[in-house]
């Protein structure tokens, strides 16, 4: 009895190794799935083609900051200024209002905050992940292609308002909400590769899951210091037009104060 007793235990340890091995490399392939975005070759060539179009990567990795200033005209017939500021992936969005009074929407290094007519509110993060400076492709674009955590998938040859055009899928989805309020479908245009339109969602900032769908059209294109800058930005909600921004000067690597995207004194705590 003793010796049979003594055949099985090897059998035995070398079966629970034999498991634990199997448990853990399915363990390891799970955790190289979840962390090894999709990023198939067609999408970064399409994506490095369109960064040569707006200026080459050169260029464009040289850009610290950037101030943009401009009008944004409304639905309703008024025009009123802007100043938006950007740097690395902060922002600072200053705007009008049509009906008066105005607004400030800071990035606040990971505490996004409102300021509205003096008053100053906190933001959930998820509502700066979702308001990348998309309304500066180059800039937006040579960051998602070096930022290994975006998933870049190519769509393919489609159809945008009866033109062919390339699309290209963009996302974070490093977590459940990145992928609720990242994701970007990107047109290109399939012999130039400028960006003519990125659509993505504008979250509430109580809900993750509760968003519109908003694109911006770029046209317009103009050569600022060796950069193709979108002039004439066309935005809408939903498939209805809501305003046209104009952008009037563009102002790069001037040395932008990291403090400016800090929301007031209280705000954003």
Same mark, same amino acid.
């Given at each position: 009895?003793? =010796?049979?007793?003594?055949? !099985?235990?090897?059998?035995?340890?070398?079966?629970?190794?034999?498991?634990?091995?199997?448990?853990?490399?399915?363990?390891?392939?799970?955790?190289?799935?979840?962390?090894?975005?999709? !990023?198939?070759?067609? $999408?970064?060539?399409?994506?490095?083609?369109?960064?040569?179009?707006?200026?080459?990567?050169?260029?464009?990795?040289?850009?610290?900051?950037?101030?943009?200033?401009?009008?944004?005209?409304?639905?309703?017939?008024?025009?009123?200024?802007?100043?938006?500021?950007? $740097?690395?992936? #902060?922002?600072? !969005?200053?705007?009008? +209002?049509?009906?008066?009074?105005?607004?400030?929407? +800071?990035?606040?290094?990971?505490?996004?905050?409102?300021?509205?007519?003096?008053?100053?509110? $906190?933001?959930?993060?998820?509502?700066? !992940?979702?308001?990348?400076? @998309? /309304?500066?492709?180059?800039?937006?674009?040579?960051? #998602?292609?070096?930022?290994?955590?975006?998933?870049?998938?190519?769509?393919? @040859?489609?159809?945008?308002?009866?033109?062919?055009?390339?699309?290209?899928?963009?996302?974070? =989805?490093?977590?459940?909400?990145?992928? @609720?309020?990242?994701?970007?479908?990107? /047109? +290109?245009?399939?012999?130039?590769?400028?960006?003519?339109? *990125? %659509?993505?969602?504008?979250?509430?900032?109580?809900?993750?899951?509760?968003?519109?769908?908003?694109?911006? *059209?770029?046209? %317009?294109?103009?050569?600022?210091?060796?950069?193709?800058?979108?002039?004439?930005?066309?935005?809408?909600? =939903?498939?209805?037009?809501?305003?046209?921004?104009?952008?009037?000067?563009?102002?790069?690597?001037?040395?932008?104060? %990291?403090?400016?995207?800090?929301?007031? %004194?209280?705000?954003?705590?």
């Amino acid at each position: 009895m003793m =010796d049979s007793i003594r055949q !099985r235990v090897p059998f035995a340890a070398c079966y629970s190794i034999c498991v634990l091995v199997v448990i853990v490399g399915l363990l390891v392939s799970a955790s190289a799935a979840t962390h090894s975005p999709e !990023r198939d070759s067609a $999408a970064i060539g399409t994506l490095q083609n369109a960064i040569t179009a707006l200026g080459g990567a050169n260029v464009i990795s040289s850009i610290q900051d950037c101030i943009l200033t401009g009008s944004v005209a409304y639905s309703d017939g008024s025009t009123k200024d802007f100043n938006w500021t950007i $740097a690395g992936v #902060e922002f600072r !969005r200053e705007l009008d +209002f049509p009906n008066g009074g105005s607004s400030v929407f +800071f990035s606040g290094h990971g505490s996004p905050a409102w300021t509205q007519n003096g008053t100053t509110s $906190a933001l959930n993060y998820h509502m700066a !992940r979702a308001n990348l400076p @998309l /309304y500066l492709p180059p800039y937006v674009l040579f960051q #998602e292609l070096n930022n290994s955590t975006y998933t870049l998938k190519y769509v393919g @040859l489609v159809q945008l308002n009866g033109n062919n055009v390339v699309q290209v899928h963009v996302s974070d =989805d490093s977590d459940a909400v990145g992928t @609720l309020v990242t994701p970007q479908e990107w /047109y +290109f245009d399939p012999v130039s590769f400028l960006p003519l339109e *990125v %659509q993505f969602r504008q979250p509430s900032n109580e809900n993750a899951a509760d968003y519109v769908n908003a694109a911006y *059209v770029f046209s %317009q294109f103009v050569l600022t210091n060796g950069v193709l800058i979108s002039s004439a930005i066309s935005y809408s909600q =939903d498939n209805a037009p809501n305003r046209t921004v104009t952008i009037g000067s563009v102002t790069f690597n001037s040395g932008v104060s %990291q403090n400016i995207f800090n929301p007031p %004194q209280g705000g954003g705590q």
